[in-house]
């Protein structure tokens, strides 16, 4: 193998791992102080269902998105789906740009794994 192939694998690998990372923490955190989560939740879903369930259906796609990440499976498309979701927390959570500005850093994270598995 390669230098640059075995950079590349590995570089792919610290990638998926620190996105994986993201979505799991955020799930399982969520699921254990749903408190702490409730205020990133748009109001428009909070008014249609309540927060807590909001937050397990939410933990759900996230343990879902994490596990595939990491899995390595259709990786341009977990991380196009990572990406647009971070990238909607953002949006969606603006006035909170405070604390959401690292979702920025992670939005390109997930697109630079895009753009790796493609080259």
């Not at 259906?57 to 991380?79: D, N, P, T």
Request: net charge positive.
């Amino acid at each position: 193998m390669s230098k640059h192939i075995q950079n590349v694998s590995i570089v792919t690998w610290l990638l998926r791992i620190g996105l994986a990372f993201v979505f799991l923490y955020a799930c399982v955190s969520s699921l254990e102080h749903p408190l702490e989560w409730v205020g990133f939740l748009p109001s428009f879903l909070t008014k249609v269902m309540a927060a807590t369930t909001t937050l397990k259906i939410f933990a759900g796609y996230e343990l879902l998105l994490g596990i595939w990440v990491l899995s390595g499976k259709f990786l341009r498309y977990s991380s196009v789906v990572c990406a647009l979701t971070l990238a909607g927390i953002v949006i969606l959570n603006f006035g909170q740009l405070i604390t959401t500005f690292r979702d920025v850093g992670l939005v390109f994270m997930a697109l630079a794994l895009y753009a790796i598995d493609r080259a």
